[in-house]
């Protein structure tokens, strides 16, 4: 099985500041790897697929990279509504999509 | 618009089952894989399973493997996963998410429907 892990679990930041959060995989996912985010009391919501792929209508300050194993996103401009948990998900292993266990964006 | 709706969620006993289900509307349903994703109280998020657009094709987690069961009604535009021989750690909001695209992410996602098994 492929296991995510993430760094750091949590963090606080300030408006304004620049936020990178870690996901590296057991094994090669080449960019097989998409982010969301989540807040509390709601559905995920998918960021970034293919690793810096932005979906349609989340702001630019969000980016992705990476490939391999090691991976990272990075909120450039940290907004009051980007205080969440962001969870990596691996999807090059078809028979077991996994999620990374979270960082949480704290004020 | 897009939406997922699940329900079917409730309280039950080790042991019993539930059906779930989930209802979309807004796309082309029958043009989309589809996922179950879960997430227990206060933890991250559980892939459950996965199913192609014709059911072809249907993985689970091992964690519900031999005891869940996911199917499509693509006439009905829903999606439905049968839960069996219920556990304590199956407790969790269990949500219904589109697939798109070639690196499988998940872009629409339904409100959840919470399970809690309980004696």
């Known amino acids: 099985d492929i296991r995510l892990t993430q760094s750091p679990s949590s963090l606080s930041a300030s408006v304004g500041d620049r936020v990178s959060i870690t996901c590296r995989a057991s094994?090669?996912?080449?960019?097989?790897l998409n982010w969301y985010q989540q807040k509390p009391g709601k559905a995920p919501k998918l960021l970034i697929s293919?690793?810096?792929s932005l979906q349609s209508g989340v702001p630019s300050r969000f980016s992705g990279s990476g490939s391999g194993t090691d991976f990272t996103l990075t909120i450039s401009g940290l907004q009051p509504e980007d205080f969440a948990i962001y969870y990596c998900?691996?999807?090059?292993?078809?028979?077991?999509?996994?999620f990374g266990p979270g960082t949480k964006v704290e004020i | 618009e897009v939406q997922l709706v699940e329900s079917g969620g409730g309280l039950v006993k080790p042991g019993e089952s539930l059906r779930l289900s989930c209802a979309a509307s807004?796309?082309?349903?029958?043009?989309?894989?589809m996922n179950w994703v879960r997430q227990a109280p206060g933890r991250g998020l559980e892939w459950v399973s996965s199913?192609?657009?014709?059911?072809?094709?249907?993985f689970y987690a091992d964690s519900v493997k031999g005891r869940f069961t996911s199917s499509r009604d693509n006439t009905r535009n829903s999606l439905y996963l049968q839960l069996n021989s219920l556990r304590g750690e199956d407790t969790a909001v269990y949500y219904c998410?589109?697939?798109?695209?070639?690196?499988?992410?998940?872009?629409?996602w339904g409100q959840g429907t919470a399970v809690t098994v309980s004696s």
């Open positions: 998900q691996q999807t090059y292993s078809t028979l077991l999509f996994t």
């Open positions: 094994q090669s996912i080449s960019n097989y």
């Open positions: 998410a589109r697939v798109t695209g070639y690196y499988f992410g998940m872009d629409v």
């Open positions: 807004g796309f082309t349903f029958s043009s989309y894989n």
């Open positions: 293919a690793t810096s």
């Open positions: 199913i192609s657009t014709s059911s072809y094709y249907i």
